[in-house]
T-cell receptor
Framework: DGGITQSPKYLFRKEGQNVTLSCEQN?????MYWYRQDPGQGLRLIYY???????QKGDIAEGYSVSREKKESFPLTVTSAQKNPTAFYLC??????????????FGDGTRLSIL | AQKITQTQPGMFVQEKEAVTLDCTYD???????LFWYKQPSSGEMIFLIY????DEQNATEGRYSLNFQKARKSANLVISASQLGDSAMYFC?????????????WGAGTKLIIKP
């Protein structure tokens, strides 16, 4: 089945540690996105990528980094510079071309907590 | 200023009743799209329905319909015959076509609880 796979489902970070969240899609979508969701809140865009080897900062990129070496993969690293990383992280993908009604498709998310 | 406003933080609705979730938006674009997503407690985001700004008819998808009032800049989601499984967070989002990055702008969400 086509879809987006995020791993791990739960992740714990120690102080001063970098952690990487995985996101893989087999939908052949051009664009991929990372969002952060805090409890009871909407989604805030961290980074997005429209093409391999290119990505753009979203609204809250500080303390995060990404790479897009393959079309299928868009990993997110939460660095030690992100002082409040506890949140729910959602990865999404979408087609950039075609009809405007194409939605973003989401993975099941990763819950990150501080130890 | 907020581009997507969902004024109802939470709602309780009796099972089998219809429910309307409010969404107002702000854009100067003539061409834009509006999306509704459902987020159950498990966390995944599920796409429900889409309305384009030039669509003449309100969008419908099964029990979901969109009450689109362009002049008032509102795109309310209507769920008919609510079920217990409809309990979830619901998010309204907008894509502005002038934004070539095709990003979505998200509302803060409405938590819907269906009572048996």
């Amino acid at each position: 089945d086509g879809g987006i796979t995020q791993s791990p489902k739960y992740l714990f970070r120690k102080e001063g540690q970098n952690v990487t969240l995985s996101c893989e899609q087999n939908l052949n979508h051009d664009a991929m996105y990372w969002y952060r969701q805090d409890p009871g809140q909407g989604l805030r865009l961290i980074y997005y990528s429209q093409i391999v080897n290119d990505f753009q900062k979203g609204d809250i990129a500080e303390g995060y980094s990404v790479s897009r070496e393959k079309k299928e993969s868009f990993p997110l690293t939460v660095t030690s510079a992100q002082k409040n990383p506890t949140a729910f992280y959602l990865c999404a993908s979408s087609n950039l071309h075609g009809q405007a009604n194409q939605p973003q498709h989401f993975g099941d998310g990763t819950r990150l907590s501080i130890l | 200023a907020q581009k997507i406003t969902q004024t109802q933080p939470g709602m309780f609705v009796q099972e089998k009743e219809a429910v309307t979730l409010d969404c107002t938006y702000d854009t100067s674009d003539q061409s834009y799209g509006l999306f509704w997503y459902k987020q159950p407690s498990s966390g995944e985001m599920i796409f429900l329905i889409y309305q384009g700004s030039y669509d003449e008819q309100n969008a419908t998808e099964g029990r979901y319909s969109l009450n689109f009032q362009k002049a008032r800049k509102s795109a309310n989601l209507v769920i008919s015959a609510s079920q217990l499984g409809d309990s979830a967070m619901y998010f309204c989002a907008m894509r502005e076509r002038e934004d070539s990055n095709y990003q979505l702008i998200w509302g803060a969400g409405t938590k819907l609880i269906i009572k048996p």
